[in-house]
């Protein structure tokens, strides 16, 4: 995969089982993925300088999104959906020609309702990844 823009990147969420493109997406960031590492310094730490060992958990961050709100879509209808569930909802995130497409389950945890005199109106909304990410690569994208 050659180097891209990012104009162009879809986040899908289960609509009816089937994952659909979120309309109005204005801006998204890609959740961290991190090793769980435990500091572990003995006194006998070599020059004193703290040591880490991996603790063999993985975990994805939370991520912000934002949408240009249109409460009349159905993807902006099923974001509501989850954020008022207790379960998480099947969600994919692909980069802007579709080589990359990481699907997870995730929670949507919090949503704020933007709006400026001299822009449009927004909502800003978090993602919680929950369990293991599946990686696909589509090479003939």
């Known amino acids: 995969m050659g180097v891209q823009g990012g104009f162009g990147v879809v986040v899908k969420i289960a609509v009816s089982s089937v994952l659909t493109a979120i309309v109005h997406v ?3 960031e ?15 730490a070599e020059d004193g300088y703290e040591e880490y060992v991996a603790t063999g ?9 934002e949408l240009g709100w249109d409460r009349d879509e159905t993807t902006h209808q099923t974001v509501q959906a989850a954020f008022d569930s207790l379960e998480p909802v099947d969600m994919s995130i692909e980069d802007p020609l579709g080589i990359e497409v990481i699907t997870f389950k995730a929670h949507i ?8 005199q001299d822009d449009g109106f927004r909502c800003k909304v978090e993602v919680q990844p929950t369990g293991a990410p599946t990686i696909t690569y589509n090479e003939s994208a």
């Open 57 to 65: 958990k993985r975990k994805q961050s939370s991520f912000p999104m």
């Open 26 to 28: 204005l801006d998204v």
């Open 109 to 116: 945890f919090k949503m704020q309702r933007v709006t400026k």
């Open 30 to 44: 890609y959740s961290e993925l991190e090793k769980v590492l435990a500091e572990m310094t003995g006194h006998d």
